[in-house]
């Protein structure tokens, strides 16, 4: 199968536009299964050749193009080979360069994205890069770019720690929509507040966050997480509650959990 991705790369790197083509997700980083799809990031510039790509894929395949997935995840395609899913991941590689260099200066955003319940972090496109093997890279800049990434940039772990500070506020908005019984509030509040604690905790070790999928797994394991992080969060997210009290309880555990967080976070620094 390997030998098909490769093949496949070398072909969407000949694609007018196509800059190169990185191998991304699971295998990549040598965490899939069996079953894991390939996940192919389509790196590419103004001028890529739709057409071309539509013809790569084959007529029975679906090719969205920029934008059409939504603002971050750009567009792409699902396919297979061989019997196995394989995802083309459109990125525009001059926007990522310009995430990059915001990640040098600790400067980040969080968008709205399908898929990404958490939002979409901008950090993403350039761990993408970093964690990424590549595959086709015609003109070097896709390694060029790889090894710059290399390095977690101090800036950008300053800047996603000390973002942690939203979790307290989550947690006091998810006070009051406890004692009005808005288990859906508190919910998403709550789920929030751990996202950007899972953020901040990667930030903390040097790590990049590539999405929220696995990310909880990861996250408690790292130095800087409490003891019991993972099952504490799993505790809470599991079964909120449904009355008043209920809700508030989980929302005191809650509130304990972002407390030693914070703490740890500021003890690492």
């Known amino acids: 199968m390997r030998v098909i991705i490769e093949d496949m790369a070398a072909r969407l790197a000949e694609v007018p536009g196509v800059v190169g083509v990185l191998l991304g997700g699971s295998r990549a980083r040598g965490e899939h299964r069996p079953d ?4 192919l990031g389509v790196y590419y510039r103004a001028g890529l050749d739709l057409d071309a790509l539509r013809a790569l894929a084959g007529p029975d395949v679906e090719v969205a193009g920029p934008h059409g997935w939504g603002p971050w995840v750009n567009g792409g395609a699902w396919l297979q080979a061989d019997g196995v899913a394989v995802d083309w991941i459109l990125r525009d590689l001059d926007r990522v360069e310009r995430v990059w260099e915001d990640c040098r200066e600790g400067r980040y955003e969080v968008g709205v ?13 350039a761990g993408e890069v970093a964690l ?12 060029d ?13 300053e800047a ?10 989550l947690v006091a908005a998810a006070g009051k ?3 009005r019984e808005d288990t859906l509030y508190v919910s998403l509040c709550l789920s929030r507040a751990v996202g950007v604690l899972v953020q901040a905790l990667f930030a903390g070790d040097r790590r990049w966050c590539l999405n929220e999928k696995g990310a909880l797994a990861v996250a408690e394991s790292l130095p800087g997480a409490p003891a019991d992080f993972g099952p504490r969060v799993r505790e ?12 508030t309880a989980t929302v005191d555990r809650a509130r304990a959990l972002v407390e030693e967080t914070l703490a740890a976070l500021r003890d690492s620094a």
């Open 36 to 39: 894991s799809d390939w996940d």
């Open 160 to 169: 996603l720690t000390a973002g942690a500070w939203e979790a307290e506020f």
């Open 132 to 143: 990424g093997q590549v595959l086709a890279d015609p003109s070097g800049e896709l390694t």
């Open 177 to 179: 929509g406890a004692a």
């Open 113 to 125: 994205q399908a898929g990404h319940p958490l939002g979409f972090w901008s950090p993403c496109y």
């Open 145 to 157: 770019l790889r090894l710059r990434a290399a390095a977690y940039p101090e800036p950008l772990r």
């Open 236 to 247: 809470l997210l599991g079964a909120p509650g449904v009355s008043a009290g209920a809700l």
